[in-house]
């Protein structure tokens, strides 16, 4: 079993900046990506950041410029850190991961998703 763990979300007043932990656990073999998604309340989850195997980045163009996705393999963990937070990035933030775990001898891949932590921006 895999499991991801985020943590960081707080309120915070806007043009505050916050960082998100996400750390998995288990009998991992690789994390070949991560992603931070989020959800507003009545919205759709979106995607927010998406980092890959070789560092490659992607951002959600509203993000782009103020948040920046970084991981440390050594500790399974994935951060997220936010700058200049604005009201519309309140949310409930998630991370995911490509996890590679063996399994009956076999490598296998899936992605798993954490259970969220909430962030809050004042205007």
């Known amino acids: 079993q895999v499991q991801l763990v985020e943590s960081g979300g707080r309120l915070v007043q806007t043009g505050g900046s916050l960082t998100l932990s996400c750390v998995a656990s288990?009998?991992?073999?690789?994390?070949?990506?991560w992603g931070w998604y989020r959800q507003a309340p009545g919205k759709q989850r979106e995607s927010v950041a998406i980092?890959?195997?070789?560092?490659?980045?992607v951002y959600d163009y509203s993000v782009k410029g103020r948040f920046t996705i970084s991981r440390d393999s050594a500790k399974n963990t994935a951060y997220l850190q936010m700058n200049n937070l604005q009201p519309e990035d309140t949310a409930v933030y998630y991370c995911?991961?490509?996890?590679?775990?063996?399994?009956?001898?076999?490598?296998?891949?899936?992605?798993?998703w954490g259970q969220g932590t909430q962030v809050n921006v004042s205007s």
């Open positions: 980092t890959v195997d070789g560092g490659n980045t």
């Open positions: 995911n991961a490509d996890v590679s775990i063996f399994r009956d001898s076999r490598k296998v891949t899936f992605t798993t």
């Open positions: 288990g009998s991992i073999v690789s994390i070949n990506s």
